[in-house]
């Protein structure tokens, strides 16, 4: 079975640190890009960020570029968050991308359940 | 950054009629770069169509999508119960960021 199953989500400080993990089974890890995408309270879906499945290419959102980073081993993938602030309070999911993303990104077809990031003092 | 930008806000319908959904782009898309998701709360977002009509594993036909340039629709031929949710419309182009529409609450009449 394709599954995708996040951890890490916190209680965290603004300015604080934090590292969300994706734990992926059932596929070839490689052959897809992965992303995450995350839900503030109230709000909409709002992409985060993207690795490739080669982990070459990554891809940030405007609203994290500069403070989040995104890696892999073998069957995990990381969203490493500093400099937290209160609007990345939200529930953070991952999805694996229909493609490679080796030659651009596609539509996401398998979503974790979320992980979820409080931010406060 | 294309801006999508979705129609209505709230669409208020009864089960069995037909569900229209809008999607329009700040500028042109491909419609291979086009997808639509559906969200529950409490649930994982779930994709309903990409490459703007093709529809995703174990989609139901009622489910369609359509469109090219700034202009997209999903539409739900005959609603039933479960498909009352939101609706989020995606472009995922190589080039700009991945980005999504701000989401049309679907609920029953």
């Known amino acids: 079975e394709v599954q995708l199953v996040e951890s890490g989500g916190d209680l965290v400080q603004p300015g604080g640190s934090l590292r969300l993990s994706c734990a992926a089974s059932?596929?070839?890890?490689?052959?897809?890009?992965m992303h995450w995408v995350r839900q503030a309270p109230g709000k909409g879906l709002e992409f985060v960020s993207a690795?490739?499945?080669?982990?070459?290419h990554t891809y940030f959102g405007n609203s994290v570029k500069g403070r989040f980073s995104i890696s892999r081993d073998n069957s995990n993938y990381y969203l490493q968050m500093v400099n937290v602030r209160p609007a990345d309070m939200a529930v953070y999911y991952c999805?694996?991308?229909?493609?490679?993303?080796?030659?651009?990104?596609?539509?996401?077809?398998?979503w974790g359940q979320g992980t979820t990031v409080t931010v406060s003092s | 950054e294309i801006v999508l930008t979705q129609s209505p806000g709230t669409l208020s319908l009864s089960p069995g009629e037909r569900a229209t959904l809008s999607c329009r782009a700040s500028?042109?898309?491909?419609?291979?770069?086009l997808a639509w998701y559906q969200k529950k709360p409490g649930q994982a977002p779930r994709l309903l169509i990409y490459?703007?009509?093709s529809r995703a594993t174990g989609v139901p036909d009622r489910f369609s999508g359509s469109g090219s340039g700034t202009d997209f629709t999903l539409t739900i031929s005959r609603l039933e119960p479960e498909d009352f949710a939101v609706y989020y419309c995606?472009?995922?182009?190589?080039?700009?960021?991945?980005?999504f529409g701000q989401g049309t609450r679907l609920e029953i009449k």
């Open positions: 999805a694996r991308d229909r493609g490679s993303g080796r030659y651009g990104w596609s539509a996401f077809d398998v």
């Open positions: 059932g596929f070839n890890f490689s052959d897809y890009a």
């Open positions: 690795i490739s499945g080669n982990g070459i």
């Open positions: 500028q042109s898309v491909s419609s291979i770069y």
């Open positions: 490459g703007g009509s």
């Open positions: 995606q472009q995922y182009g190589s080039s700009p960021p991945i980005t």
